[in-house]
């Protein structure tokens, strides 16, 4: 919900948001990507996996590793 909010305001519409969620399922990947969020983390995390998926959204490239 707060990311619907975000994204409909106009400085937050490219601003990449990663959802960071204890829900790892497939499904919840999709709700989170449909909601507006650029990438999903599945916790527990490896916070070098955090920091690459930044790195690689702040250079505008895309996240392939899933959750």
């Known amino acids: 919900e707060a990311v619907g909010h975000l994204r ?4 937050f519409r490219s601003i990449p948001i ?3 969620t ?3 399922s497939p499904q ?3 709700r ?3 909601a507006g969020c650029t990438a999903h ?4 995390f490896d916070t070098r996996v ?3 998926s930044i790195a690689h959204l702040l250079k505008g ?4 590793h899933g959750t």
Do not use: D
Not at 8 to 11: A, F, G, I, L, S
Not at 41 to 44: A, E, R, S, V
Not at 61 to 64: A, F, G, M, Q
């Open 8 to 11: 409909k305001m106009r400085e």
């Open 18 to 20: 990663i959802a960071v």
């Open 22 to 24: 204890a829900h790892v």
């Open 28 to 30: 919840e990947e999709a």
């Open 32 to 34: 989170a990507m449909a």
């Open 41 to 44: 983390i599945g916790k527990p």
């Open 50 to 52: 955090l920091l690459q």
């Open 61 to 64: 490239e895309s996240i392939t």
